[in-house]
């Protein structure tokens, strides 16, 4: 496999580097891991903390900025962040309003947090947490217990950061961002296995002909594999299972998220057919967001999120944000 890269071990570091270059409005500690807002902490305002395993950019330092995170922890590639990492964090964004943590469900991330929660509050930091495990394809996983948190990730934290953009308390802010956890549900699908740059090839076998339906953000097994199927069946599949799962009663938006080594070309092609799907079924499309924003390093694939809003969730969702991979309304 070829890569631009140098070495493995410094992949994070250099890709920080280049984060802040490219970003001067962002402050981004590289030896620390902490990429934060540069105005933080704002005075009055809710922090809003994430983080995960690098290689799933822009999750989550490209959404750092007005309107979504104030500050995200970079782990090694796809590996949790250090409770030290958050609990920096933390204190770099605590406006004495309080930190809301969120959080993928994933052992690493949720056992790491929790323990950052406790350092922080014994530090004077008040700490709450949302849980996100949207992911309907399996109920465990090699990385987790319960649902796998996906694609809602970049629900709850644009939501839940235009709430703390206004100037809501902790405990909405928190609300909110449960709120839209409960309200999304996500399938993805792989065309192929990821490669990670320490391991520098593929890290499951999956033949040429073939496609894994359910996977997380990490490679996991999903549901079954299945001989290579069309952009409309993949679609019919994906969505049903969502659907099923979310029965949705009003309108909602929809992610149409490449999983890193997909085109737009065929994003488009396959957001179309998950359109045609939705219509079918009687779902109101509210917004549509279609690109690679929760990757698995240079995995071909895709995954459906669907969240469920109403006037409120639809007004944080179209609030300004200006970061790194999302901007609008500024």
Not at 137 to 164: H, I, Q, W, Y
């Amino acid at each position: 496999m070829k890569m631009l890269i140098n070495v493995p071990e410094t992949v994070v570091a250099d890709a920080l580097r280049g984060m802040a270059a490219a970003h001067p409005g962002l402050s981004v500690d590289v030896d620390n891991r902490v990429v934060v807002r540069g105005d933080a902490p704002v005075a009055g305002k809710v922090g809003l903390v994430s983080g995960g395993g690098s290689g799933h950019e822009p999750l989550h330092a490209g959404f750092v900025g007005p309107g979504m995170l104030s500050a995200a922890c970079p782990g090694e590639v796809f590996t949790s962040p250090v409770p030290d990492q958050m609990v920096r964090a933390a204190a770099a964004v605590d406006s004495g309003a309080g930190v809301l943590f969120i959080v993928k469900n994933y052992t690493g991330d949720v056992l790491n947090f929790d323990m950052a929660a406790e350092l922080a509050e014994d530090e004077g930091v008040q700490i709450a947490k949302v849980l996100v495990n949207d992911d309907v394809a399996v109920t465990d996983s090699l990385f987790t217990a319960g649902r796998r948190g996906t694609g809602a990730t970049l629900f709850v934290e644009k939501m839940a950061g235009a709430a703390a953009e206004e100037g809501q308390p902790l405990e909405r802010v928190e609300a909110i961002g449960r709120r839209v956890n409960e309200s999304a549900r996500s399938f993805g699908v792989a065309l192929t296995a990821v490669s990670t740059p320490a391991k520098g090839s593929p890290t499951f076998d999956l033949p040429e002909g073939e496609l894994e339906l359910g996977i997380g953000i990490h490679g996991e097994p999903g549901r079954e594999r299945r001989a290579m199927m069309t952009s409309h069946e993949i679609a019919d599949f994906a969505v049903h299972a969502v659907l099923e799962d979310l029965r949705p009663s009003g309108p909602v938006i929809a992610l149409v998220n490449g999983m890193g080594g997909t085109p737009l070309l065929e994003l488009y092609g396959f957001n179309a057919e998950v359109q045609r799907v939705l219509g079918e079924r009687g779902v109101a499309v509210a917004r549509t967001l279609v690109g690679n924003y929760v990757t698995s390093l240079d995995m071909a694939g895709c995954s459906v999120t669907l969240c469920q809003v109403d006037k409120e969730l639809l007004r944080l969702w179209d609030a300004p944000v200006e970061t790194a991979a999302l901007r609008w309304g500024r």
